[in-house]
């Protein structure tokens, strides 16, 4: 497979990718949320590009998978470990999600396409789709108390200290207010797919 | 929402919740809420065995208790590892777990060995394996619900399978608090009947997974 000059340069594209991505990601772990967006700009990217090849006849769930996938390794962004791959982390999840949504929609026959593990950040794509569902609207349908700490911090842009003032709730219990909420989202998504 | 706005949304908040996330903590309350609540049950069901002391003080009584808790590591160490997106179980972890089940099988066949071939079958049947393998699978479902909450802290991709080890692990759990109940003593008993239990506690764990640990 080395022997092929054009699959050899998309390996060392890959690579650099790789290598990119991951600085991101670890320096948004530690706190870093313009790292951290670079991050999942470049992972949606690449993503988009990957479900596209893997799903051409459901383009139009694309972008709804993708969003899925971001909030799946947002909600997981804890298990993964600083100096694995993050290739193999995002594509497992990926791939999860893939499956996930095979199910929901029966689509059996495109289990058949193996998927390859090699190929996830040789291309990108970032020319978003219209998502057909609106994740805005589902955030809506939570209650208050998962829906609050998301909405002072995600959507009124308030730091984490400014929300925990305005709330009375301490810190900690806002960041876990909202890994929560995060998650009763992601569940929402499933029921409504 | 469009995608750009979504990571807009993700990327105000990118460090991981602090404190009860972790793993370490997680899997520690998981295992520790189930040993209790898999003690109470065995406690209140079933009672401690009343030569509980006196047979503590046999060499039989530790190796006994050793065998679910050798299983039980080794299945926590394989749930540990299909609790996190992208690893690979790995053959060491594997054979971690075959290995105290083939030590109990070798003990059990040395012990069989030494007595007359008319004796072999009681040895093995004891007094009480019509109910054993049930009772520690009974014994589990408490733990079953304690290392699922843990696994579901995290994020597993193969839920069968981490549905199963996640079982198995709560089996462990179970037959580690049996023994403290079970009248029986003898290799040839417990290297069947209560890897049998721990077994059915791990098929639960698979079917449930699926369900459970959806994310």
Same mark, same amino acid.
């Given at each position: 497979?080395?022997?092929?000059?054009?699959?050899?340069?998309?390996?060392?594209?890959?690579?650099?990718?790789? %290598?990119?991505?991951?600085?991101?990601?670890? $320096?948004?772990? /530690?706190? !870093? =949320?313009?790292?951290?967006?670079?991050?999942? +700009?470049?992972?949606?990217?690449?993503?988009?590009?990957?479900?596209?090849?893997?799903?051409?006849?459901?383009?139009?769930?694309?972008?709804?998978?993708?969003?899925?996938?971001?909030?799946?390794?947002?909600?997981?962004?804890?298990?993964?470990?600083?100096?694995?791959?993050?290739?193999?982390?995002?594509?497992?999840?990926?791939?999860?999600?893939?499956?996930?949504?095979?199910?929901?929609?029966?689509?059996?026959?495109?289990? %058949?396409?193996?998927?390859?593990?090699?190929? $996830?950040?040789? /291309?990108? !794509? =970032?020319?978003?789709?219209?998502?057909?569902? +609106?994740?805005?609207?589902?955030?809506?349908?939570?209650?208050?108390?998962?829906?609050?700490?998301?909405?002072?911090?995600?959507?009124?842009?308030?730091?984490?200290?400014?929300?925990?003032?305005?709330?009375?709730?301490?810190?900690?219990?806002?960041?876990?207010?909202?890994?929560?909420?995060?998650?009763?989202?992601?569940?929402?998504?499933?029921?409504?797919? | 929402?469009?995608?750009?706005?979504?990571?807009?949304?993700?990327?105000?908040?990118?460090?991981?919740?602090?404190?009860?996330?972790?793993?370490?903590?997680?899997?520690?309350?998981?295992?520790?809420?189930?040993?209790?609540?898999?003690?109470?049950?065995?406690?209140?069901?079933?009672?401690?065995?009343?030569?509980?002391?006196?047979?503590?003080?046999?060499?039989?009584?530790?190796?006994?208790?050793?065998?679910?808790?050798?299983?039980?590591?080794?299945?926590?160490?394989?749930?540990?590892?299909?609790?996190?997106?992208?690893?690979?179980?790995?053959?060491?972890?594997?054979?971690?777990?075959?290995?105290?089940?083939?030590?109990?099988?070798?003990?059990?066949?040395?012990?069989?060995?030494?007595?007359?071939?008319?004796?072999?079958?009681?040895?093995?049947?004891?007094?009480?394996?019509?109910?054993?393998?049930?009772?520690?699978?009974?014994?589990?479902?408490?733990?079953?619900?304690?290392?699922?909450?843990?696994?579901?802290?995290?994020?597993?991709?193969?839920?069968?399978?981490?549905?199963?080890?996640?079982?198995?692990?709560?089996?462990?759990?179970?037959?580690?608090?049996?023994?403290?109940?079970?009248?029986?003593?003898?290799?040839?008993?417990?290297?069947?009947?209560?890897?049998?239990?721990?077994?059915?506690?791990?098929?639960?764990?698979?079917?449930?997974?699926?369900?459970?640990?959806?994310?």
């Amino acid at each position: 497979m080395t022997s092929d000059p054009a699959r050899e340069h998309a390996g060392e594209g890959a690579f650099a990718v790789e %290598h990119e991505l991951r600085r991101c990601f670890v $320096l948004g772990l /530690a706190g !870093d =949320a313009a790292a951290y967006r670079r991050c999942l +700009d470049g992972l949606a990217t690449h993503l988009r590009a990957y479900l596209r090849r893997r799903l051409p006849r459901a383009l139009e769930d694309v972008e709804d998978i993708l969003q899925d996938t971001l909030l799946a390794v947002h909600n997981a962004r804890h298990t993964y470990r600083e100096g694995e791959p993050l290739t193999a982390w995002v594509h497992a999840i990926t791939r999860y999600k893939l499956m996930d949504f095979f199910r929901s929609h029966a689509r059996r026959e495109a289990l %058949h396409d193996p998927i390859d593990d090699d190929d $996830l950040f040789v /291309a990108s !794509d =970032a020319e978003p789709a219209d998502a057909r569902r +609106d994740v805005g609207q589902l955030l809506e349908t939570l209650p208050d108390r998962h829906r609050l700490p998301i909405e002072l911090v995600k959507l009124q842009g308030l730091s984490v200290a400014e929300a925990a003032e305005c709330s009375g709730l301490s810190e900690s219990a806002v960041k876990v207010g909202i890994h929560r909420g995060l998650k009763a989202l992601a569940a929402r998504i499933r029921s409504s797919a | 929402m469009k995608t750009d706005d979504l990571i807009d949304f993700l990327a105000r908040e990118p460090a991981p919740p602090p404190g009860r996330q972790t793993e370490r903590r997680r899997f520690s309350a998981g295992i520790l809420a189930g040993l209790a609540a898999s003690s109470l049950l065995m406690v209140g069901l079933l009672g401690l065995r009343p030569d509980l002391t006196q047979v503590s003080h046999t060499p039989m009584f530790w190796v006994r208790l050793a065998f679910p808790s050798a299983v039980g590591v080794a299945a926590l160490l394989i749930t540990l590892r299909l609790s996190r997106p992208g690893t690979r179980v790995g053959g060491s972890r594997w054979a971690g777990l075959g290995l105290p089940i083939l030590l109990a099988w070798v003990l059990a066949g040395v012990v069989i060995a030494q007595v007359p071939g008319d004796a072999r079958g009681a040895l093995v049947l004891g007094h009480t394996w019509k109910v054993c393998s049930t009772l520690i699978a009974m014994l589990s479902l408490p733990s079953i619900v304690a290392v699922f909450w843990a696994v579901r802290g995290m994020a597993p991709v193969h839920l069968r399978l981490a549905g199963a080890a996640a079982g198995l692990l709560a089996g462990a759990m179970a037959a580690i608090t049996y023994c403290l109940h079970c009248p029986e003593i003898a290799p040839p008993f417990w290297s069947v009947w209560y890897l049998l239990g721990m077994l059915i506690a791990g098929g639960l764990g698979a079917l449930a997974g699926p369900r459970w640990l959806r994310w």
